[in-house]
């Protein structure tokens, strides 16, 4: 497991996280927004994020004519051939071949590329499901054509197709008679609501008193992730999609007599939550009710969903494409690896393990955020697409795709008061986890991004975490956008880009000590290597001149 948290504003922005802190800390309840506390989705025209360009098919041979009087030959090869991903699985079809050499085709296989898993076909409809996939891997499939007398020739291989795992919210078993609200700690004189049932994807609630004569100040349905998972915001079961779930609906006016509050999954992952009807008075007690304690969503975001970008983003896939990565120098290898982290209290340089997830990078954003936030994580992605080829950086096209959420969220102050929730009296700003990778999750992700949208530079938050996402620690370096809590930088620097490319790199793997990149990576145990690890302040001079042009493009496009 690991995981970064931040806490603090670089100095510049100290005095107003100590002004967002008081305010957040000492002022009185602020009613949070009464829509649900999450929604991609943004107003106006939305368009949808490209899809992944698709491999263009390749010609067929024409038949290779069989003359009449030979003995039997292989059959030609079979074509069109097709394959749909599933849940750990393909669908693949084909077209028969034109000929079968002078002998009747008994069958044909299928042949999964990686791991060569296979299937074969004896009659029917010409079509094969291949079973035993590794979700999140990329496929190809070819297929062959049998006869008495020999196998043919593999057709060509279909486009690479990923078998992704279904995530869809289970159905709510939740629909009810109308029944009385179950208030706890709270008189029946103050009881706001008399009843509710739950139908058609929504709660409604009749009152029979009027609030505004009672002692009623405000009355909220609160959602929090069912307990099991609530103390593992950053678990690796819901990839930290649970966060989203901690909500609250305000009742705004009072003075009606019915409500409804639609129940909609805010994230596309099953979260299963805690439905609680809450009651303030203006004794500033409270009284709740539960309504249910295991809740399941049928309506909302769904895993096969279209992901829209926000009008207004842009994003670039060749923006960089001229782009060659250089050979990496001792310099950025160490620069890489080495952590000064004043949060765990490490005042002096340590060597962190070499991080890198092997998911493809599909982003999408969840909870609040903004078309600046979409702006900066689309910047990114051109960067690491130039300097992370392998990576196919890109956003994702649907939330089941999704291998880095990015969650933005406001920190109201009923989050704060959850201790279990980021958004605690601690003020929390941003954090990178992988969930837990190699500890048995997120095999198929790479991690997750937490920012609170509520800080005043969100935009820096998402490059400092990001850059953690990409494998570095907290350098110690003035500039860098990863150095905390002084200097830190606005944007990627030059040596930052370099280091991340050693995280990346093909040639390097999740775990590798220090030494072990270096070797990987063909770098010399010279003098000048003892040299860096003596005094690793050494690294943090600009060596990476390769990277300047770069960095200086990623700056001002961002401006
Ligand atoms: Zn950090």
Not at 234 to 244: E, I, Q, R, S, V
Not at 275 to 285: H, K, M, R, Y
Not at 459 to 475: A, C, D, P, S
Request: net charge negative; with cysteine; glycine share 6%.
């Amino acid at each position: 497991m690991f995981l970064i948290r931040d806490y603090r504003k670089p100095a510049i922005l100290f005095g107003l996280l100590m002004l967002f802190t008081f305010v957040m800390v000492g002022c009185s309840p602020t009613p949070a927004a009464p829509t649900p506390d999450l929604q991609a989705s943004v107003d106006g025209e939305a368009l949808t994020a490209q899809p992944s360009a698709t491999p263009t098919s390749t010609q067929e041979p024409a038949p290779t004519p069989v003359p009449p009087t030979s003995a039997p030959r292989p059959a030609t090869t079979p074509t069109n051939v097709a394959a749909t991903a599933g849940n750990a699985q393909a669908v693949v079809t084909w077209s028969a071949s034109s000929s079968n050499g002078g002998s009747p085709i008994t069958g044909y296989s299928v042949t999964a590329s990686p791991g060569g898993a296979t299937a074969t076909w004896s009659s029917g409809a010409l079509t094969a499901t291949i079973t035993g996939l590794a979700n999140g891997t990329a496929y190809t499939f070819t297929v062959t054509a049998t006869t008495a007398v020999s196998t043919s020739a593999a057709s060509s291989a279909t486009p690479a197709t990923i078998p992704t795992a279904t995530l869809t919210p289970t159905v709510a078993s939740t629909a009810t008679a109308t029944q009385s609200v179950p208030w706890s700690a709270c008189d029946s004189a103050n009881s706001p609501v008399a009843t509710y049932s739950y139908q058609d994807g929504g709660f409604q609630f009749d009152f029979d008193i009027n609030p505004a004569s009672s002692r009623v100040k405000q009355v909220f349905l609160g959602t929090t992730p069912t307990m099991g998972k609530r103390h593992q915001w950053d678990a690796n079961n819901t990839n930290g999609f649970n966060l989203h779930h901690f909500r609250r609906t305000v009742f705004e006016d009072l003075s009606a007599t019915s409500f409804i509050v639609p129940m909609l999954s805010p994230t596309s992952v099953p979260v299963n939550v805690t439905v609680t009807l809450n009651a303030q008075l203006e004794d500033a007690s409270w009284c709740t009710a539960l309504l249910v304690d295991n809740f399941s969503y049928n309506q909302g975001l769904q895993g096969a969903d279209a992901i829209t970008i926000p009008e207004g983003v842009t994003i670039d896939y060749d923006r960089y494409s001229g782009f060659t990565v250089p050979q990496p120098l001792a310099e950025s290898v160490i620069y890489a690896m080495s952590s000064n982290d004043p949060y765990q209290e490490r005042p002096g340089w340590m060597d962190v393990p070499l991080r890198d997830y092997p998911a493809k990078l599909r982003v999408a954003l969840y909870g609040v955020p903004t078309t600046t936030h979409w702006q900066i994580a689309a910047e990114l992605i051109e960067v690491i697409r130039a300097i992370a080829p392998d990576l196919d950086a890109r956003f994702a096209t649907t939330h089941e795709e999704v291998t880095m959420p990015l969650h933005v969220t406001a920190c109201p102050e009923w989050k704060i008061k959850t201790e279990e929730h980021p958004c605690n009296s601690r003020g929390m700003d941003g954090s990178f986890s992988d969930g837990g990778y190699r500890d048995g999750g997120l095999a198929e992700t790479r991690g997750y991004l937490w920012i609170s949208g509520s800080s005043g530079y969100t935009t820096t938050l998402i490059r400092h975490e990001m850059v953690h996402q990409m494998g570095l620690g907290h350098v110690k370096c003035k500039g860098s956008i990863s150095i905390v809590p002084d200097y830190q930088g606005q944007y990627w620097t030059a040596s930052d880009l370099a280091a991340i490319v050693v995280h990346q790199e093909v040639r390097t793997t999740h775990g590798m000590t220090m030494d072990q990149a270096r070797s990987a990576l063909g770098i010399p145990k010279d003098s000048r290597w003892e040299e860096l690890l003596a005094d690793r302040s050494l690294v943090c001079e600009n060596q990476v001149a390769a990277y300047d042009a770069l960095a200086a493009k990623l700056q001002s496009n961002s401006e």
